[in-house]
């Protein structure tokens, strides 16, 4: 009799799900109906219950991952733009002088510059004289680097950093003694915009040389590899304590069209100097800021590696949490799959009923972890909240950056990935037979 009632009672329930279907949605897939008609009946069922606990778990993972991966570009673009602000893409310096203060000084010529310029990807060069000094004030000794320039060099960057004061002036026709320094080493030596400080520079065999400059502002780019010992000047001082001609620099520092394109245009105008016969190229190398710096840049691969780790990790328990709830929903609904199956319907539309359930709880577990993600990010990128130690990480707060692209990439593979693996244990289904799975409750 009991089995007599159930039976009766799912008949029923087949043939209203055929009615709605019929009535409402003709054309709709019928296993999508029936998805969406189950997954209405189970709110406070174990299956329920584990659904949730899928949810929370999607939600968790693309959080993680949205976090993760705009931590992780925001450290490429960030420490990136400020190597680039601070040496060029590409630079052109006489091959004793890479890596090294003290320079071997190149010549300016017009066969030079136009060697360069007539490169592919060029954009912009302009000369540069470094020179090492010992900053001395009443309170402490410090050693930094003074770096020249002339009218020609684009202060965009340093526009954008500059906290205090002004940029100083370079390539007047009168030559000013102004200097801009870093926050950091401003504060180390105790000095201040338009304080004059004293400069010790040292050469072999030679007596110290001294000169006096006023701080015309100060910048602070948040990169303390770099804040902790660049001066920026006039490039007539360096050439002046250095002894060298007019026309004589460290090198060029050049722009080119994007970072990308730094490496191949290193390497065809290092070629060219190579292969140029005049004796203004001679031992003239060039180099991208991949080559000048290239713990820095191997940081930030390494960065690539621990992203990729996180996604990885959070991928699997995302899967093996959805396909615990997908195994739990076929196994509470091995009578209805019976059932369907003596109407008629095949395993691929069985499969595709609870691949279905799984993609609802992805969805909803996408649209949570989106909101959480997301708006971390933007509280972030509005607050500043979390700081970090430049010395150890480069940059003094957690950068952030994530453009719409990206974004939509990782939602749609990581959903596409999810389903896909569900396959698997959504198979489950072609297993039930429906003579045993109607015979008891």
Not at 3 to 19: E, Q, V, W
Not at 190 to 209: C, Y
Not at 332 to 351: D, V
Not at 382 to 394: Q, R, S
């Amino acid at each position: 009799m009991q089995f007599r009632r159930n039976s009766d009672k799912n008949t029923k329930f087949m043939r209203y799900f055929a009615s709605k279907f019929t009535q409402k949605h003709a054309l709709v897939d019928l296993a999508l109906f029936i998805a969406r008609r189950t997954a209405r009946s189970e709110t406070g069922k174990h299956a329920g219950v584990m659904e949730r606990i899928a949810v929370l778990s999607v939600a968790l993972s693309i959080a993680v991952m949205l976090v993760a991966i705009a931590v992780m570009m925001g450290f490429k673009r960030e420490v990136t733009r400020k190597m680039v602000g601070f040496t060029g893409h590409v630079v052109v310096t006489d091959i004793r002088s890479v890596h090294t203060l003290d320079a071997t000084p190149i010549c300016r010529t017009e066969h030079l510059e136009t060697l360069i310029s007539t490169v592919p990807g060029f954009v912009a060069a302009v000369p540069y004289a470094l020179k090492g000094g010992i900053v001395r004030t009443d309170a402490t000794v410090e050693g930094v680097t003074l770096k020249g320039v002339d009218g020609t060099y684009d202060w965009k960057t340093f526009r954008e950093w500059l906290v205090e004061g002004e940029l100083p002036r370079v390539g007047d026709s009168i030559r000013t003694k102004d200097i801009l320094l870093s926050r950091s080493l401003a504060r180390r030596i105790g000095t201040n915009v338009d304080d004059k400080i004293e400069m010790l520079f040292v050469e072999n065999g030679e007596q110290p040389r001294r000169d006096r400059f006023k701080v015309a502002g100060i910048y602070a780019s948040g990169m303390d590899e770099m804040d902790k010992a660049l001066i920026l000047t006039d490039l007539r001082n360096v050439q002046r304590l250095a002894r060298w001609r007019p026309d004589e620099v460290t090198g060029y520092e050049i722009a080119v069209t994007n970072l990308d394109a730094a490496e191949p245009f290193a390497g065809e105008l290092d070629e060219r100097l190579f292969l140029d016969e005049s004796d203004e190229t001679i031992n003239l190398t060039a180099n991208n800021v991949q080559q000048l710096y290239p713990n820095v840049f191997d940081w930030l691969k390494a960065h690539d590696v621990n992203a990729v780790v996180i996604l990885v990790i959070m991928l699997i328990v995302s899967f093996f949490n959805m396909a615990t709830a997908l195994l739990i929903l076929v196994l509470g609904h091995t009578r209805t799959i019976g059932l369907l199956k003596t109407f008629g319907m095949r395993n691929g539309q069985l499969r595709r009923i609870f691949l279905y359930r799984a993609g609802f709880i992805a969805l909803r577990g996408l649209a949570w972890g989106n909101a959480v993600g997301l708006g971390l990010c933007l509280l972030q990128s509005a607050t500043h909240l979390i700081k970090l130690d430049p010395e150890g990480y480069l940059l003094s707060e957690v950068p952030i950056a994530l453009n719409a692209g990206q974004w939509a990439v990782l939602n749609l593979g990581f959903l596409a990935a999810i389903v896909a693996l569900l396959v698997i244990p959504a198979s489950i289904v072609s297993t039930v037979k429906p003579e045993e799975s109607i015979r008891y409750k």
